[in-house]
Structures are given as C-alpha cells and as structure tokens.
C-alpha cells in the first residue's frame, strides 16, 4: 500500500503507483491474451488511463473491465481497446476516424501511433469532457467534433483506418465511402444473437469483410436518440 501526502512528492509516488498497475493491466490483460504488436503495448503503458475515467472510479482505472464515464456510457476494457487498435495496424504517417469518442481515452492511444486523429462524439457532454481531458493530458492535435459519427467526417476523407466503438445495425456506408484505399474499419455490428466484431479491408476499390470476435457496445444512434 502506498501512503499519499501532499506537494510533489505525493504526486510522484501517486504517479509511480499508476505507471506499475499500467504496466500490470499490459502484461496480464493484454500481452497476456495475445496482443503482439510492440507500438500498440507501448501505447497502452504511456497514457494514463486514470486521467479518462470519473475521480470516484480511478482506483480501478486499470482494472480488466468498462467503467462508466456518465450520460449512460462506458469506458472500454482495456483489453478491447488494445485489440481493436491492433487490428488497424497504425502507420505514423497514417490518418484515423474515430466513431465514439466517449472519454477520450481511445483518441489518446491512437495518437500515440498516429500524428493525424480525427474523433466524433454525438453527446455535447461527453465531446466537451474528452476535449478537456485530452488537452490535460499533452494531446493537443487531436480533433474532437460534436456530431452524428454515421455520416463519418467528409471533410477530411479519405481515411487510412476508422474505428467505431459504439454498434449499429449494419456498416455505414458514408463510412466506407471515406475509407482510403488500403484502409481498415473495425466496428462492431447488431448480428442475430448479439454483436460481432467486424474487421473491413478495402484493396482494388473492393471492400472485404470479416468477423473478428463477439462483443457488448452501447448502440449506435442519431441526435435524437434512435438507434441506426
């Protein structure tokens, strides 16, 4: 147990406390489970997963499970969040849709790997908190747009890659029609019995899919709430 006083050495210890539970959530949670690419496991270790969640949940930011984030949202697992990004395979150059902003925290691992990340967020509350605590945490390129992330960001298409962290009925079309070629979409999907992860893959103009794994999201919806 760590005892924590005030001034800075409260805020060294508190920081070193966060860096060890950061490195055990990757060494158990994620390597653990067969994540294997070494920018996505570096990512995962630098950025504070803690500065994402409300104070009263910090205790169990690197916990292997969502938290909720308010307005009836979730933070991701961990372990999600790494598979997902694992699966875009992330160039430095590259450019990336995020659908879902949520806490922010997803935005932060891909900037970690990518210099161009564009996130939309449908609740006003939720953008303007990821905003804040993006900033707070140094990731001042990241561009965070209040909107309905169905109809994706046309005004800065094509994208290498686009991740959608919230479900709806099907693929979006607006969001396969930005997609660069050679790019990648992972988005989860309302099937028969729950929700598959869906990986796409566009090569010669021709989008090719497939299913990756069975996942839980919150549904995908419009402003005024209905679900796509």
Same mark, same amino acid.
């Given at each position: 147990m760590v005892l924590l006083t005030g001034g800075c050495a409260a805020e060294e210890g508190d920081g070193q406390q966060y860096m060890?539970?950061?490195?055990?959530?990757?060494?158990t949670q994620i =390597?653990? %489970?067969?994540?294997?690419?070494?920018?996505v496991l570096a990512a995962m270790r630098?950025?504070?997963?803690?500065?994402?969640?409300?104070?009263?949940?910090?205790?169990?930011?690197? =916990?292997? %499970?969502?938290?909720?984030?308010g307005e009836g949202q979730t933070i991701s697992q961990p372990y999600i969040v790494a598979f997902m990004t694992e699966f875009l395979d992330l160039e430095k150059d590259e450019k990336v849709l995020e659908i879902g902003t949520g806490s922010g925290y997803q935005a932060a691992i891909l900037a970690e790997l990518c210099d161009h990340v564009y996130t939309i967020e449908i609740n006003a509350v939720l953008a303007n908190r990821a905003r804040e605590a993006l900033t707070a945490a140094g990731y001042t390129l990241v561009h965070v747009r209040t909107g309905d992330g169905y109809r994706g960001w046309k005004e800065h298409a094509p994208f290498d890659a686009i991740i959608v962290t919230c479900a709806p009925s099907k693929v979006p079309e607006p969001l396969k029609e930005q997609l660069a070629e050679g790019g990648r979409i992972i988005i989860p999907v309302d099937v028969a019995f729950g929700q598959e992860l869906v990986l796409l893959e566009k090569t010669g103009g021709v989008i090719r899919q497939r299913e990756v794994l069975p996942v839980r999201f919150v549904p995908m919806v419009d402003e005024d709430g209905r679900e796509y």
């Open positions: 060890s539970l950061r490195n055990r959530m990757v060494e =390597a653990g %489970r067969g994540v294997r690419n070494p920018r630098k950025v504070e997963r803690h500065r994402f969640v409300p104070e009263k949940y910090r205790s169990m930011a690197y =916990a292997d %499970r969502p938290l909720p984030i």
